[in-house]
């Protein structure tokens, strides 16, 4: 068994960041992350909040939520079909590098993408003169949500299929309730006890209070308690991936 040490760390970094920024160049302008990762928060958020009458801020904090939840979840789903369809991935993991640093750059990837397209709406916010409370906690609060979903989605990326539809229909399947129930569409302090209680089990839930915190300085739930729940969830997402994908090597998928 090899033991830790400084130089191996240093190389395990070294891989997780090749990983992400091959991924970044190869992957990021295909249609499917366009569609899913770019273009679906933008056309939800203006379907189902346009006529609401919220203010500027609440719309930028819902917005934000949006797109960092379906962006970087959407990365796992749509990058390793595509790799297994085209045999890079089988590469991977016979490269010499643990499956763990494989991954951790697969959650790298999708972060990175949920922070660049949040950071054009915070931009757009910022332009328009929309008031923000607390700026640092909005860009602390994106890229915490952000790694956050970008594990959240590995999980389906384990599934043993090289099409992104394949992958993509039961991704939707979860991500769809957890949206509706998390308290976006319907803020939280309008939602009655038991679906409130239900709005608990989404992780969105606590990443919309955080955001709610950071754009419009109050939210239903403590500031702490949202960002000890989603520093636990990136936790709670990568280990269930990792033993996935592991079955799904020695299964050779």
């Not at 569609?35 to 056309?43: A, E, S, V």
């Not at 008031?131 to 599934?159: D, Q, R």
Request: no cysteine; charged share 10%.
């Amino acid at each position: 068994m090899r033991r830790w040490s400084k130089a191996r760390l240093w190389d395990e970094l070294a891989q997780i960041w090749t990983v992400a920024s091959k991924d970044v160049r190869v992957y990021y302008l295909t249609p499917p992350m366009i569609m899913f990762g770019l273009l679906m928060p933008f056309f939800l958020f203006f379907s189902f909040s346009i006529r609401r009458g919220m203010g500027p801020a609440a719309g930028l904090a819902r917005l934000l939520a949006l797109n960092t939840f379906f962006t970087a979840s959407s990365a796992g789903p749509v990058i390793i079909p595509l790799e297994r369809r085209a045999r890079t991935y089988d590469r991977l993991l016979v490269a010499p590098m643990s499956l763990v640093s494989l991954l951790l750059g697969k959650t790298l990837v999708g972060a990175f993408f949920a922070v660049s397209v949040a950071l054009v709406s915070l931009v757009g916010g910022l332009l328009l003169h929309v008031p923000i409370a607390h700026l640092g906690w909005v860009i602390l609060g994106v890229m915490l949500v952000s790694g956050s979903f970008a594990a959240f989605g590995l999980i389906f990326g384990s599934f043993p299929s090289s099409s992104v539809g394949g992958i993509m229909m039961p991704s939707t399947l979860l991500r769809w309730p957890l949206l509706f129930i998390s308290g976006i569409f319907i803020p939280l302090e309008e939602m009655s006890p038991w679906a409130r209680a239900l709005s608990y089990i989404s992780p969105l839930t606590y990443a919309q209070d955080l955001m709610n915190h950071a754009v419009l300085d109050r939210g239903v739930i403590p500031l702490v308690v949202d960002v000890v729940v989603l520093l636990l969830s990136v936790g709670l997402f990568l280990i269930p991936a990792i033993k996935l994908h592991h079955r799904s090597k020695v299964l050779g998928y």
